[in-house]
């Protein structure tokens, strides 16, 4: 009787275990899935101040041409980047291109007297930084959800969910291979 019962416990013990493990494992993948939508909304709101930033340059800073055009190609290659690298990549390119245009927006007098500037401005700061804090937080549920399967009980229910591991996109090597040249 006393085996029985402590048979019955361990099960019982043993269950509640896994259901916590299987519980954990999925809050951390939709943990995983918020912020990625968090990140690209923030990348959205960034896209959105793009044009407004190229038409004031365009209008106010026509012998500016070449950066104008870079703008704008970097921003079309990233809103058709074909995978989650790619588009990384294409964002750090349109990043560099839009600091490079607002340097040299910073130089024309006309353009830096303008209160729709200055707001643009602001706001492309504001959004950067909104940008970099949501990519931080993806990073940090990343790297949970990816400790998390390679846990005992989690695992199990990885393999059986079919669920795998989440790549980790490095803005500093993108970078490093926007900044070493191309042979």
């Known amino acids: 009787m006393i085996l029985a019962s402590a048979t019955l416990v361990l099960f019982a013990l043993a269950a509640a275990t896994l259901l916590r493990g299987r519980r954990r494992l999925l809050a951390l993948d939709s943990t995983c899935e918020a912020a990625a939508r968090e990140a690209e909304a923030a990348l959205a709101r960034l896209h959105a101040l793009t044009p407004p930033l190229v038409g004031l340059m365009r209008a106010f800073a026509p012998l500016e041409r070449d950066a104008i055009d870079a703008v704008a190609m970097a921003h079309a290659a990233s ?14 390119r349109l990043a560099d291109a839009v600091h490079r245009l607002m340097t040299r927006a910073e130089g024309v007098g006309q353009i830096k ?5 200055n707001v643009l ?6 959004a950067e930084l909104e940008l970099a804090d949501t990519r931080r937080k993806l990073s940090a549920a990343t790297e ?9 009980p989690e695992h199990l229910f990885a393999l059986r969910l079919r669920l795998a591991p989440r790549a980790f996109y490095d803005i500093g090597e993108e970078m490093a291979a926007i900044k070493s040249p191309v042979v």
């Open 79 to 92: 809103q058709r980047a074909p995978s989650p690298q790619a588009r990384l990549l294409a964002e750090t």
């Open 113 to 117: 007297s303008l209160a729709d500037f």
């Open 121 to 126: 401005r602001q706001e492309m700061a504001h």
């Open 144 to 152: 949970d959800y990816n400790r998390a399967l390679g846990r005992f």
